[in-house]
Protein backbone atom coordinates (compact mmCIF):
# COMPACT_ATOMS: atom_id res chain seq x y z
CA UNK A 1 0.00 0.00 0.00
CA UNK A 2 3.35 2.25 0.62
CA UNK A 3 5.19 0.83 -2.13
CA UNK A 4 4.37 3.22 -5.53
CA UNK A 5 5.08 5.78 -7.22
CA UNK A 6 2.21 8.21 -6.44
CA UNK A 7 3.01 11.59 -4.75
CA UNK A 8 6.44 11.28 -5.92
CA UNK A 9 7.30 13.99 -8.71
CA UNK A 10 10.28 14.01 -10.75
CA UNK A 11 11.06 17.24 -12.24
CA UNK A 12 14.40 16.70 -13.37
CA UNK A 13 16.29 14.23 -15.76
CA UNK A 14 18.79 13.12 -13.14
CA UNK A 15 15.96 12.32 -10.56
CA UNK A 16 14.43 10.35 -12.84
CA UNK A 17 17.44 8.26 -13.56
CA UNK A 18 18.16 7.83 -9.93
CA UNK A 19 18.77 4.16 -8.85
CA UNK A 20 16.06 3.65 -5.96
CA UNK A 21 13.16 5.60 -7.68
CA UNK A 22 10.78 5.08 -5.08
CA UNK A 23 10.73 5.99 -1.45
CA UNK A 24 10.30 3.28 0.44
CA UNK A 25 13.49 1.58 -2.10
CA UNK A 26 14.98 4.44 -0.88
CA UNK A 27 14.82 3.48 2.99
CA UNK A 28 15.30 0.28 2.43
CA UNK A 29 18.76 0.81 0.74
CA UNK A 30 19.83 3.22 3.35
CA UNK A 31 18.60 0.60 6.44
CA UNK A 32 20.44 -2.02 4.77
CA UNK A 33 23.55 0.13 4.39
CA UNK A 34 23.10 1.17 8.13
CA UNK A 35 23.00 -2.39 9.18
CA UNK A 36 26.17 -3.53 7.63
CA UNK A 37 28.54 -0.31 8.08
CA UNK A 38 27.27 0.36 11.92
CA UNK A 39 25.31 -2.41 13.81
CA UNK A 40 27.03 -5.60 12.19
CA UNK A 41 30.60 -4.64 13.13
CA UNK A 42 29.61 -4.19 16.70
CA UNK A 43 27.65 -7.90 16.96
CA UNK A 44 30.11 -9.81 15.14
CA UNK A 45 32.08 -12.79 16.47
CA UNK A 46 34.49 -15.00 14.50
CA UNK A 47 32.42 -17.63 13.24
CA UNK A 48 30.15 -15.05 11.97
CA UNK A 49 33.05 -13.89 10.48
CA UNK A 50 34.49 -16.88 8.97
CA UNK A 51 32.01 -18.85 8.04
CA UNK A 52 29.46 -16.30 6.70
CA UNK A 53 29.66 -12.99 6.24
CA UNK A 54 33.41 -12.66 5.03
CA UNK A 55 33.16 -15.08 2.44
CA UNK A 56 29.72 -14.16 1.33
CA UNK A 57 31.43 -10.18 0.60
CA UNK A 58 34.47 -12.09 -1.32
CA UNK A 59 32.20 -14.21 -3.33
CA UNK A 60 29.98 -11.31 -3.40
CA UNK A 61 32.65 -9.16 -5.39
CA UNK A 62 33.63 -12.24 -7.92
CA UNK A 63 29.84 -12.38 -8.79
CA UNK A 64 29.96 -8.75 -9.46
CA UNK A 65 32.97 -9.05 -11.69
CA UNK A 66 31.74 -11.84 -13.37
CA UNK A 67 28.28 -10.42 -13.80
CA UNK A 68 29.36 -7.52 -16.16
CA UNK A 69 31.17 -10.06 -18.16
CA UNK A 70 28.70 -12.21 -18.38
CA UNK A 71 25.38 -10.80 -17.39
CA UNK A 72 25.90 -7.09 -19.32
CA UNK A 73 28.40 -8.19 -22.14
CA UNK A 74 27.04 -11.32 -22.59
CA UNK A 75 30.34 -12.99 -22.77
CA UNK A 76 30.26 -16.36 -21.24
CA UNK A 77 33.71 -17.43 -18.95
CA UNK A 78 34.80 -20.45 -17.02
CA UNK A 79 38.38 -18.86 -16.18
CA UNK A 80 37.10 -17.30 -12.88
CA UNK A 81 39.10 -19.11 -10.73
CA UNK A 82 42.10 -18.50 -12.62
CA UNK A 83 41.39 -14.59 -12.03
CA UNK A 84 40.92 -14.66 -8.77
CA UNK A 85 44.20 -16.61 -8.37
CA UNK A 86 46.50 -13.74 -10.17
CA UNK A 87 44.67 -11.31 -7.86
CA UNK A 88 46.15 -13.38 -5.28
CA UNK A 89 49.28 -14.67 -6.34
CA UNK A 90 49.83 -10.44 -7.10
CA UNK A 91 48.60 -9.44 -4.21
CA UNK A 92 50.90 -11.50 -2.33
CA UNK A 93 54.41 -10.41 -4.57
CA UNK A 94 53.25 -7.09 -3.70
CA UNK A 95 53.19 -7.58 -0.18
CA UNK A 96 55.89 -9.39 -0.08
CA UNK A 97 58.39 -6.90 -2.51
CA UNK A 98 56.95 -3.54 -0.84
CA UNK A 99 56.33 -4.00 2.80
CA UNK A 100 56.00 -0.39 3.20
CA UNK A 101 53.12 -0.72 0.79
CA UNK A 102 49.17 0.08 2.53
CA UNK A 103 47.45 -3.29 1.71
CA UNK A 104 44.92 -1.63 0.19
CA UNK A 105 46.92 -0.42 -2.59
CA UNK A 106 47.92 -3.65 -2.95
CA UNK A 107 44.86 -4.99 -3.52
CA UNK A 108 43.89 -2.58 -5.53
CA UNK A 109 47.13 -2.76 -8.13
CA UNK A 110 46.28 -6.59 -7.70
CA UNK A 111 43.30 -5.85 -9.31
CA UNK A 112 44.62 -3.99 -12.00
CA UNK A 113 47.09 -6.44 -12.70
CA UNK A 114 44.05 -8.93 -13.13
CA UNK A 115 42.54 -6.63 -15.45
CA UNK A 116 45.66 -6.78 -17.64
CA UNK A 117 45.85 -10.01 -17.75
CA UNK A 118 41.97 -10.38 -18.46
CA UNK A 119 42.24 -7.99 -21.49
CA UNK A 120 45.00 -10.78 -23.00
CA UNK A 121 42.61 -13.86 -22.39
CA UNK A 122 39.09 -11.65 -23.70
CA UNK A 123 41.32 -11.31 -26.81
CA UNK A 124 39.64 -14.74 -28.01
CA UNK A 125 36.38 -13.32 -27.57
CA UNK A 126 36.23 -11.04 -30.73
CA UNK A 127 36.45 -14.04 -33.00
CA UNK A 128 34.36 -16.77 -30.76
CA UNK A 129 31.24 -17.05 -29.31
CA UNK A 130 29.27 -18.61 -26.81
CA UNK A 131 30.35 -22.38 -25.14
CA UNK A 132 33.52 -22.06 -27.66
CA UNK A 133 34.51 -18.96 -26.04
CA UNK A 134 33.46 -20.48 -22.62
CA UNK A 135 36.39 -23.41 -23.48
CA UNK A 136 38.48 -20.85 -24.51
CA UNK A 137 38.49 -19.17 -21.17
CA UNK A 138 38.70 -22.59 -19.31
CA UNK A 139 41.93 -22.31 -20.79
CA UNK A 140 43.04 -19.31 -18.92
CA UNK A 141 41.57 -21.31 -15.42
CA UNK A 142 43.99 -24.38 -16.47
CA UNK A 143 47.14 -21.99 -17.56
CA UNK A 144 47.10 -19.78 -15.27
CA UNK A 145 46.32 -22.42 -11.96
CA UNK A 146 49.06 -24.61 -13.71
CA UNK A 147 51.67 -21.44 -14.16
CA UNK A 148 51.21 -20.34 -10.11
CA UNK A 149 52.15 -24.10 -9.12
CA UNK A 150 54.86 -24.47 -11.28
CA UNK A 151 56.91 -21.13 -10.78
CA UNK A 152 58.54 -20.95 -7.61
CA UNK A 153 58.90 -17.26 -8.15
CA UNK A 154 55.40 -16.80 -7.57
CA UNK A 155 55.09 -18.53 -4.05
CA UNK A 156 58.87 -16.70 -3.04
CA UNK A 157 60.35 -20.70 -3.38
CA UNK A 158 58.42 -20.89 0.16
CA UNK A 159 58.66 -25.35 0.58
CA UNK A 160 54.88 -26.26 0.90
CA UNK A 161 54.31 -24.05 -2.42
CA UNK A 162 51.40 -21.99 -0.57
CA UNK A 163 51.66 -18.63 -0.11
CA UNK A 164 50.69 -17.15 3.38
CA UNK A 165 49.90 -13.80 3.87
CA UNK A 166 51.92 -11.52 6.01
CA UNK A 167 50.39 -9.10 8.93
CA UNK A 168 49.50 -5.55 7.29
CA UNK A 169 47.29 -2.86 8.85
CA UNK A 170 44.80 0.17 7.55
CA UNK A 171 45.65 2.83 10.15
CA UNK A 172 46.87 1.04 12.78
CA UNK A 173 43.93 -1.72 12.66
CA UNK A 174 45.38 -5.13 11.67
CA UNK A 175 43.35 -6.41 8.77
CA UNK A 176 45.42 -9.50 7.68
CA UNK A 177 47.39 -12.19 9.86
CA UNK A 178 46.41 -14.67 11.91
CA UNK A 179 45.67 -12.13 14.69
CA UNK A 180 42.77 -10.51 12.79
CA UNK A 181 39.89 -8.88 14.64
CA UNK A 182 36.73 -10.63 13.15
CA UNK A 183 34.97 -6.55 12.62
CA UNK A 184 38.52 -5.69 10.90
CA UNK A 185 38.31 -8.12 8.52
CA UNK A 186 34.77 -7.64 7.66
CA UNK A 187 34.98 -4.17 7.16
CA UNK A 188 37.45 -4.19 4.66
CA UNK A 189 35.71 -6.39 2.77
CA UNK A 190 32.71 -4.69 3.46
CA UNK A 191 34.71 -1.35 2.14
CA UNK A 192 35.68 -3.13 -0.95
CA UNK A 193 32.05 -4.48 -2.20
CA UNK A 194 30.33 -1.32 -1.11
CA UNK A 195 32.63 0.50 -3.39
CA UNK A 196 32.94 -1.58 -6.23
CA UNK A 197 28.55 -2.39 -6.49
CA UNK A 198 28.74 1.23 -6.15
CA UNK A 199 31.11 1.77 -9.82
CA UNK A 200 29.06 -1.51 -10.83
CA UNK A 201 25.93 0.56 -10.75
CA UNK A 202 27.32 3.74 -12.48
CA UNK A 203 29.17 2.07 -15.40
CA UNK A 204 26.09 -0.23 -16.39
CA UNK A 205 23.93 2.81 -16.42
CA UNK A 206 25.73 4.68 -18.38
CA UNK A 207 27.04 5.02 -22.02
CA UNK A 208 29.69 1.76 -21.28
CA UNK A 209 26.98 -0.34 -19.76
CA UNK A 210 24.45 0.34 -22.71
CA UNK A 211 27.16 -0.41 -25.38
CA UNK A 212 28.11 -3.70 -23.21
CA UNK A 213 24.29 -4.71 -23.03
CA UNK A 214 23.63 -3.57 -27.10
CA UNK A 215 26.45 -6.26 -27.54
CA UNK A 216 25.22 -8.89 -25.23
CA UNK A 217 21.79 -8.22 -27.16
CA UNK A 218 22.86 -8.04 -30.93
CA UNK A 219 26.05 -7.30 -32.10
CA UNK A 220 25.46 -6.44 -35.22
CA UNK A 221 23.15 -4.06 -34.61
CA UNK A 222 25.38 -2.06 -32.25
CA UNK A 223 28.10 -2.36 -34.45
CA UNK A 224 26.04 -0.19 -36.94
CA UNK A 225 25.14 2.03 -34.23
CA UNK A 226 28.81 2.79 -33.49
CA UNK A 227 29.94 0.57 -30.75
CA UNK A 228 33.53 -0.41 -31.15
CA UNK A 229 33.10 -4.33 -30.42
CA UNK A 230 36.53 -4.45 -29.68
CA UNK A 231 36.29 -1.53 -27.24
CA UNK A 232 33.60 -3.21 -25.62
CA UNK A 233 34.91 -6.24 -25.09
CA UNK A 234 37.94 -6.11 -24.27
CA UNK A 235 36.41 -3.53 -21.69
CA UNK A 236 34.34 -5.67 -20.46
CA UNK A 237 37.16 -8.47 -19.98
CA UNK A 238 39.73 -6.14 -17.84
CA UNK A 239 36.57 -4.76 -15.30
CA UNK A 240 35.38 -7.86 -14.74
CA UNK A 241 39.05 -9.21 -14.17
CA UNK A 242 39.85 -6.01 -12.41
CA UNK A 243 36.71 -7.25 -9.76
CA UNK A 244 37.57 -10.85 -9.80
CA UNK A 245 40.86 -9.84 -9.06
CA UNK A 246 40.13 -8.16 -5.88
CA UNK A 247 38.35 -10.64 -5.23
CA UNK A 248 40.89 -13.27 -5.62
CA UNK A 249 43.41 -10.46 -3.37
CA UNK A 250 40.72 -10.70 -0.84
CA UNK A 251 40.21 -14.14 -0.33
CA UNK A 252 43.76 -14.53 0.01
CA UNK A 253 44.83 -11.91 2.40
CA UNK A 254 42.14 -11.34 4.28
CA UNK A 255 39.52 -14.40 4.47
CA UNK A 256 41.97 -17.06 4.20
CA UNK A 257 45.51 -16.22 4.98
CA UNK A 258 47.06 -19.13 3.30
CA UNK A 259 46.09 -20.73 -0.01
CA UNK A 260 47.44 -23.01 -2.64
CA UNK A 261 46.55 -22.53 -6.06
CA UNK A 262 45.02 -25.78 -6.87
CA UNK A 263 42.66 -25.56 -4.11
CA UNK A 264 41.95 -22.64 -3.83
CA UNK A 265 41.29 -21.32 -7.39
CA UNK A 266 40.42 -24.62 -8.81
CA UNK A 267 37.75 -24.65 -11.72
CA UNK A 268 35.11 -25.90 -8.72
CA UNK A 269 34.98 -22.19 -8.42
CA UNK A 270 35.08 -21.20 -11.55
CA UNK A 271 31.71 -22.83 -11.72
CA UNK A 272 30.44 -21.53 -8.29
CA UNK A 273 30.52 -18.24 -9.05
CA UNK A 274 28.62 -18.67 -12.33
CA UNK A 275 26.56 -20.84 -10.80
CA UNK A 276 25.81 -17.85 -7.87
CA UNK A 277 24.98 -15.06 -11.15
CA UNK A 278 22.89 -17.95 -12.68
CA UNK A 279 20.67 -18.29 -9.58
CA UNK A 280 21.18 -14.82 -8.41
CA UNK A 281 20.03 -13.46 -11.81
CA UNK A 282 22.22 -12.53 -14.99
CA UNK A 283 22.60 -9.10 -15.22
CA UNK A 284 21.99 -7.62 -12.08
CA UNK A 285 23.84 -5.96 -8.78
CA UNK A 286 21.52 -7.40 -6.55
CA UNK A 287 21.49 -10.96 -7.87
CA UNK A 288 25.11 -10.84 -7.45
CA UNK A 289 24.77 -10.74 -4.17
CA UNK A 290 22.05 -12.88 -3.86
CA UNK A 291 23.10 -15.62 -5.44
CA UNK A 292 26.49 -15.42 -3.03
CA UNK A 293 24.69 -15.34 0.16
CA UNK A 294 22.21 -18.04 -1.48
CA UNK A 295 25.92 -20.06 -2.66
CA UNK A 296 27.33 -19.25 0.97
CA UNK A 297 24.61 -19.16 3.16
CA UNK A 298 22.93 -22.33 2.21
CA UNK A 299 25.80 -24.81 2.77
CA UNK A 300 26.22 -23.59 6.54
CA UNK A 301 22.34 -23.28 6.90
CA UNK A 302 22.11 -27.34 6.10
CA UNK A 303 24.78 -28.08 7.91
CA UNK A 304 24.31 -26.29 11.20
CA UNK A 305 20.62 -28.18 10.78
CA UNK A 306 21.84 -32.32 9.56
CA UNK A 307 24.75 -31.99 11.86
CA UNK A 308 23.86 -29.43 14.34
CA UNK A 309 20.67 -30.05 15.57
CA UNK A 310 19.47 -33.67 13.83
CA UNK A 311 23.44 -35.14 14.77
CA UNK A 312 23.83 -36.59 11.52
CA UNK A 313 27.17 -37.73 10.08
CA UNK A 314 29.20 -34.80 9.15
CA UNK A 315 29.71 -36.72 5.37
CA UNK A 316 26.28 -37.86 4.46
CA UNK A 317 25.44 -34.29 5.39
CA UNK A 318 28.11 -32.91 3.01
CA UNK A 319 27.08 -35.22 0.01
CA UNK A 320 22.95 -34.37 0.76
CA UNK A 321 24.65 -31.09 -0.12
CA UNK A 322 26.06 -31.48 -3.49
CA UNK A 323 22.45 -33.14 -4.43
CA UNK A 324 20.02 -30.58 -3.06
CA UNK A 325 22.21 -27.25 -4.39
CA UNK A 326 22.35 -29.38 -7.47
CA UNK A 327 18.66 -29.94 -7.90
CA UNK A 328 18.12 -26.15 -6.96
CA UNK A 329 20.19 -25.19 -9.56
CA UNK A 330 17.94 -27.49 -12.25
CA UNK A 331 15.28 -25.91 -10.35
CA UNK A 332 15.82 -21.89 -10.54
CA UNK A 333 16.95 -22.94 -14.60
CA UNK A 334 13.86 -24.09 -15.21
CA UNK A 335 11.32 -22.79 -13.34
CA UNK A 336 12.97 -18.83 -12.84
CA UNK A 337 16.09 -18.20 -15.41
CA UNK A 338 16.37 -14.84 -14.32
CA UNK A 339 17.13 -15.43 -11.37
CA UNK A 340 16.25 -14.71 -7.54
CA UNK A 341 16.65 -11.07 -8.52
CA UNK A 342 13.74 -11.58 -10.65
CA UNK A 343 11.50 -12.72 -8.36
CA UNK A 344 12.43 -9.70 -6.11
CA UNK A 345 11.39 -7.44 -9.07
CA UNK A 346 7.77 -9.64 -9.61
CA UNK A 347 7.52 -8.85 -6.03
CA UNK A 348 7.87 -5.52 -5.58
CA UNK A 349 5.59 -4.81 -9.28
CA UNK A 350 2.72 -6.74 -7.01
CA UNK A 351 3.38 -4.72 -4.08
CA UNK A 352 2.75 -1.75 -6.72
CA UNK A 353 -0.56 -2.97 -7.31
CA UNK A 354 -1.68 -4.65 -3.40
CA UNK A 355 -4.25 -4.57 -2.45
CA UNK A 356 -6.36 -3.38 -5.35
CA UNK A 357 -4.95 -5.04 -7.91
CA UNK A 358 -7.80 -3.94 -10.63
CA UNK B 1 26.76 23.16 -68.06
CA UNK B 2 29.82 23.99 -65.63
CA UNK B 3 27.21 25.90 -62.93
CA UNK B 4 24.89 22.97 -63.10
CA UNK B 5 27.78 20.66 -62.52
CA UNK B 6 28.91 22.30 -59.48
CA UNK B 7 25.43 23.04 -58.23
CA UNK B 8 24.61 19.57 -58.82
CA UNK B 9 28.10 18.18 -56.64
CA UNK B 10 26.62 20.25 -53.88
CA UNK B 11 23.26 19.18 -53.59
CA UNK B 12 24.50 15.51 -53.64
CA UNK B 13 25.03 13.87 -50.33
CA UNK B 14 26.25 10.49 -51.34
CA UNK B 15 26.83 9.20 -54.62
CA UNK B 16 27.47 5.87 -55.71
CA UNK B 17 29.60 4.80 -58.33
CA UNK B 18 29.81 1.64 -60.19
CA UNK B 19 29.74 -0.85 -57.39
CA UNK B 20 30.34 -4.46 -57.52
CA UNK B 21 29.61 -6.86 -54.94
CA UNK B 22 30.59 -10.22 -54.88
CA UNK B 23 30.10 -13.00 -52.77
CA UNK B 24 32.70 -16.38 -53.82
CA UNK B 25 31.67 -16.36 -57.34
CA UNK B 26 28.46 -14.91 -56.97
CA UNK B 27 27.52 -11.22 -57.88
CA UNK B 28 25.25 -9.66 -55.64
CA UNK B 29 26.22 -6.64 -57.12
CA UNK B 30 27.26 -5.86 -60.64
CA UNK B 31 28.49 -2.03 -61.80
CA UNK B 32 25.41 0.22 -59.72
CA UNK B 33 25.20 4.01 -59.56
CA UNK B 34 23.60 6.10 -58.36
CA UNK B 35 23.03 9.44 -56.30
CA UNK B 36 21.20 10.43 -53.58
CA UNK B 37 20.34 14.25 -53.28
CA UNK B 38 20.05 16.43 -49.91
CA UNK B 39 16.76 16.41 -48.29
CA UNK B 40 15.40 13.94 -50.37
CA UNK B 41 13.59 10.41 -50.15
CA UNK B 42 14.74 7.68 -51.97
CA UNK B 43 13.49 4.74 -52.53
CA UNK B 44 15.75 1.42 -53.98
CA UNK B 45 12.87 -1.12 -55.49
CA UNK B 46 13.18 -4.37 -56.71
CA UNK B 47 12.03 -8.11 -56.88
CA UNK B 48 13.35 -10.32 -54.12
CA UNK B 49 16.94 -11.09 -53.98
CA UNK B 50 17.62 -8.19 -56.42
CA UNK B 51 20.53 -7.27 -53.92
CA UNK B 52 18.36 -4.17 -52.07
CA UNK B 53 19.70 -4.94 -48.60
CA UNK B 54 23.12 -5.46 -50.06
CA UNK B 55 23.15 -2.01 -51.17
CA UNK B 56 22.01 -0.72 -48.07
CA UNK B 57 24.84 -2.65 -46.63
CA UNK B 58 27.21 -1.34 -48.28
CA UNK B 59 26.10 2.06 -47.95
CA UNK B 60 26.47 1.50 -44.53
CA UNK B 61 29.74 -0.35 -44.19
CA UNK B 62 28.82 -3.79 -43.00
CA UNK B 63 30.00 -5.16 -46.65
CA UNK B 64 32.78 -3.66 -48.35
CA UNK B 65 32.28 -4.11 -52.27
CA UNK B 66 34.61 -5.33 -54.66
CA UNK B 67 34.90 -2.44 -57.00
CA UNK B 68 33.81 1.14 -56.75
CA UNK B 69 33.55 4.00 -55.07
CA UNK B 70 31.50 5.55 -52.68
CA UNK B 71 31.63 9.66 -52.32
CA UNK B 72 29.60 11.16 -48.93
CA UNK B 73 29.57 14.47 -49.00
CA UNK B 74 31.78 15.29 -51.46
CA UNK B 75 34.61 13.07 -50.21
CA UNK B 76 35.74 10.09 -51.40
CA UNK B 77 34.99 7.57 -48.51
CA UNK B 78 38.04 5.39 -47.83
CA UNK B 79 37.54 1.72 -46.43
CA UNK B 80 36.28 1.74 -42.86
CA UNK B 81 34.78 -0.29 -40.47
CA UNK B 82 30.70 -0.01 -39.50
CA UNK B 83 31.24 1.47 -36.16
CA UNK B 84 33.28 4.22 -37.90
CA UNK B 85 30.74 4.34 -40.53
CA UNK B 86 28.31 5.40 -37.73
CA UNK B 87 30.22 8.55 -36.48
CA UNK B 88 29.38 10.09 -40.54
CA UNK B 89 26.04 10.47 -39.01
CA UNK B 90 24.37 7.55 -41.46
CA UNK B 91 21.87 5.56 -39.23
CA UNK B 92 19.31 2.77 -40.27
CA UNK B 93 16.81 0.32 -39.35
CA UNK B 94 16.74 -3.18 -39.99
CA UNK B 95 14.40 -5.56 -42.01
CA UNK B 96 14.56 -7.97 -39.29
CA UNK B 97 13.59 -6.13 -35.75
CA UNK B 98 17.12 -5.76 -34.50
CA UNK B 99 16.26 -3.92 -31.15
CA UNK B 100 18.52 -4.60 -27.60
CA UNK B 101 15.87 -7.06 -26.61
CA UNK B 102 16.75 -6.84 -22.83
CA UNK B 103 17.53 -3.03 -22.75
CA UNK B 104 14.19 -0.26 -22.05
CA UNK B 105 12.66 1.99 -24.91
CA UNK B 106 14.57 4.31 -23.34
CA UNK B 107 18.08 3.03 -23.28
CA UNK B 108 17.61 1.62 -26.58
CA UNK B 109 17.35 4.96 -28.00
CA UNK B 110 20.00 6.53 -25.78
CA UNK B 111 22.35 3.67 -27.21
CA UNK B 112 22.02 5.42 -30.70
CA UNK B 113 23.08 8.60 -29.05
CA UNK B 114 26.13 6.49 -28.43
CA UNK B 115 28.55 8.27 -31.23
CA UNK B 116 27.92 11.56 -28.98
CA UNK B 117 29.06 10.32 -25.88
CA UNK B 118 32.65 10.55 -25.10
CA UNK B 119 32.95 10.57 -21.40
CA UNK B 120 35.29 9.13 -19.63
CA UNK B 121 36.09 5.46 -17.96
CA UNK B 122 36.81 7.16 -14.31
CA UNK B 123 33.66 10.27 -14.90
CA UNK B 124 31.45 6.78 -15.31
CA UNK B 125 32.48 5.05 -12.57
CA UNK B 126 32.09 7.80 -10.17
CA UNK B 127 28.72 8.75 -12.14
CA UNK B 128 30.28 12.45 -11.72
CA UNK B 129 31.46 15.38 -14.10
CA UNK B 130 31.17 15.45 -17.79
CA UNK B 131 29.58 11.35 -17.91
CA UNK B 132 26.55 12.76 -15.60
CA UNK B 133 26.43 15.72 -17.59
CA UNK B 134 26.38 13.73 -20.94
CA UNK B 135 23.69 12.03 -19.89
CA UNK B 136 21.50 14.64 -19.54
CA UNK B 137 22.20 16.83 -22.25
CA UNK B 138 21.42 12.88 -24.55
CA UNK B 139 18.70 12.57 -22.45
CA UNK B 140 16.78 15.49 -23.59
CA UNK B 141 17.44 15.00 -27.70
CA UNK B 142 16.34 11.21 -26.94
CA UNK B 143 12.91 12.54 -25.38
CA UNK B 144 12.30 15.12 -28.21
CA UNK B 145 12.63 12.09 -30.47
CA UNK B 146 9.76 10.24 -27.92
CA UNK B 147 7.50 13.03 -28.23
CA UNK B 148 7.91 12.79 -31.85
CA UNK B 149 7.46 9.55 -32.53
CA UNK B 150 4.62 9.19 -29.72
CA UNK B 151 5.91 6.74 -27.69
CA UNK B 152 6.17 8.53 -24.66
CA UNK B 153 4.49 5.89 -22.22
CA UNK B 154 6.22 3.09 -23.08
CA UNK B 155 9.47 4.52 -22.22
CA UNK B 156 10.54 2.74 -18.95
CA UNK B 157 8.83 -0.88 -20.96
CA UNK B 158 12.06 -3.56 -22.40
CA UNK B 159 11.37 -3.50 -26.11
CA UNK B 160 11.21 -7.64 -25.92
CA UNK B 161 7.44 -6.92 -24.21
CA UNK B 162 6.46 -4.23 -26.86
CA UNK B 163 4.28 -5.53 -29.75
CA UNK B 164 5.77 -5.62 -33.32
CA UNK B 165 4.23 -2.23 -34.70
CA UNK B 166 5.83 0.01 -31.90
CA UNK B 167 8.71 -2.24 -31.97
CA UNK B 168 9.39 -1.14 -35.78
CA UNK B 169 8.67 2.23 -33.77
CA UNK B 170 11.36 2.45 -31.55
CA UNK B 171 13.88 1.20 -34.19
CA UNK B 172 13.54 4.16 -36.35
CA UNK B 173 13.57 6.53 -32.93
CA UNK B 174 17.10 4.46 -32.13
CA UNK B 175 18.37 5.45 -36.02
CA UNK B 176 16.82 9.24 -35.29
CA UNK B 177 18.84 9.64 -32.06
CA UNK B 178 21.86 9.72 -33.59
CA UNK B 179 20.45 12.98 -35.86
CA UNK B 180 21.46 11.04 -38.86
CA UNK B 181 22.48 13.21 -42.02
CA UNK B 182 21.72 9.71 -44.21
CA UNK B 183 18.95 7.33 -42.71
CA UNK B 184 18.59 4.23 -43.95
CA UNK B 185 15.43 1.94 -43.68
CA UNK B 186 15.03 -1.24 -44.84
CA UNK B 187 11.64 -1.78 -45.48
CA UNK B 188 10.13 -0.25 -42.82
CA UNK B 189 6.37 -0.97 -43.27
CA UNK B 190 7.41 -5.09 -43.53
CA UNK B 191 4.49 -6.96 -42.05
CA UNK B 192 2.26 -4.33 -40.44
CA UNK B 193 -1.62 -3.88 -41.21
CA UNK B 194 -2.92 -0.57 -42.99
CA UNK B 195 -2.85 1.70 -40.03
CA UNK B 196 0.54 1.29 -38.39
CA UNK B 197 1.21 1.52 -42.37
CA UNK B 198 0.00 5.12 -42.69
CA UNK B 199 1.45 5.80 -39.23
CA UNK B 200 4.41 4.90 -39.97
CA UNK B 201 4.48 6.78 -43.53
CA UNK B 202 3.56 9.89 -41.17
CA UNK B 203 6.12 9.77 -39.60
CA UNK B 204 8.68 9.28 -42.11
CA UNK B 205 7.47 12.49 -44.04
CA UNK B 206 7.71 14.30 -40.94
CA UNK B 207 11.28 13.01 -40.71
CA UNK B 208 11.80 14.04 -43.89
CA UNK B 209 10.43 17.58 -44.41
CA UNK B 210 10.54 18.64 -40.04
CA UNK B 211 13.85 17.35 -39.53
CA UNK B 212 15.39 17.42 -42.79
CA UNK B 213 16.92 14.24 -42.47
CA UNK B 214 17.94 12.55 -46.25
CA UNK B 215 16.01 9.37 -46.61
CA UNK B 216 16.80 5.94 -48.50
CA UNK B 217 14.18 3.10 -48.06
CA UNK B 218 13.49 -0.22 -49.37
CA UNK B 219 9.86 -1.07 -49.45
CA UNK B 220 7.93 -3.68 -51.13
CA UNK B 221 4.70 -1.76 -50.98
CA UNK B 222 4.33 0.04 -54.27
CA UNK B 223 1.56 2.25 -52.75
CA UNK B 224 3.77 3.40 -50.28
CA UNK B 225 6.60 4.00 -52.54
CA UNK B 226 4.74 5.54 -54.82
CA UNK B 227 3.36 8.17 -52.70
CA UNK B 228 6.71 8.87 -50.56
CA UNK B 229 9.65 8.74 -52.68
CA UNK B 230 11.08 12.06 -54.74
CA UNK B 231 13.17 9.35 -56.93
CA UNK B 232 13.47 5.93 -57.22
CA UNK B 233 16.20 3.34 -58.30
CA UNK B 234 15.11 -0.34 -59.76
CA UNK B 235 17.65 -2.94 -59.17
CA UNK B 236 17.14 -6.83 -60.46
CA UNK B 237 19.74 -9.29 -60.42
CA UNK B 238 22.30 -6.70 -58.88
CA UNK B 239 22.21 -4.78 -61.91
CA UNK B 240 19.99 -0.87 -61.73
CA UNK B 241 17.63 -1.39 -64.25
CA UNK B 242 16.15 2.07 -63.87
CA UNK B 243 16.07 5.36 -62.20
CA UNK B 244 13.83 8.29 -61.78
CA UNK B 245 10.48 10.17 -60.34
CA UNK B 246 8.31 7.65 -59.27
CA UNK B 247 6.03 7.83 -62.73
CA UNK B 248 8.20 6.92 -65.00
CA UNK B 249 10.02 4.34 -63.07
CA UNK B 250 6.31 2.99 -63.21
CA UNK B 251 5.55 3.16 -66.68
CA UNK B 252 9.35 1.60 -66.98
CA UNK B 253 8.93 -1.57 -69.55
CA UNK B 254 12.29 -2.81 -67.88
CA UNK B 255 10.87 -2.57 -64.56
CA UNK B 256 7.47 -4.19 -65.84
CA UNK B 257 9.26 -7.21 -67.28
CA UNK B 258 11.29 -7.43 -63.98
CA UNK B 259 8.44 -7.65 -61.65
CA UNK B 260 5.92 -9.13 -63.95
CA UNK B 261 8.19 -11.22 -65.85
CA UNK B 262 8.54 -11.90 -69.31
CA UNK B 263 8.26 -14.71 -71.61
CA UNK B 264 11.34 -16.21 -73.38
Known amino acids: ?358 | MDQTEATNRNDTLMDIVKVTLRFGGVKALSDVSFNIQRGEIRAIIGPNGAGKSSMLNVINGFYTPQEGEIWFEGKLRPRLKPHQIAYQRIARTFQNIALFEGMTVLDNMMTGRMIYMKSGLLSQLAWWGKAEREETENRLIVEKIIDFLEIQAIRKTPVGMLPYGLQKRVELGRALAAEPMLLLLDEPMAGMNNEEKEDMCRFILDVNEELGTTIALIEHDMGVVMDLADRVVVIDHGEKIADGQPDEVRNDQNVIDAYLGVSH
Open chain 1, 1 to 358: MFYREVGEFKTSYPQDSESFGIRLDKYGYYLVLFVAFALVPFMINDYWASAVLVPFLVWAIASLGLNILTGHCGQISLGTGGFMAVGAYSCYKLMTSFPDLNIIFCIILSGLITAGVGILFGIPSLRIKGFYLAVATLASQFFLVWLFNRVPWFYNYSASGQISTPERSVFGILVTGPNVQPWAQYMICLLFAFGLAWGCRNLTRGSLGRKWMATRDMDIAAEIIGVNLLQAKLSAFAISSFYIGIAGALFFSVYLGAVDATEAFGINQSFLVLFMIIIGGLGSILGSFIGAAFMVLFPVLLKNILVGWWEWDAALATHLEFISVGFLIIVFLIFEPHGLAQLWRLLKQKLRLWPYPH
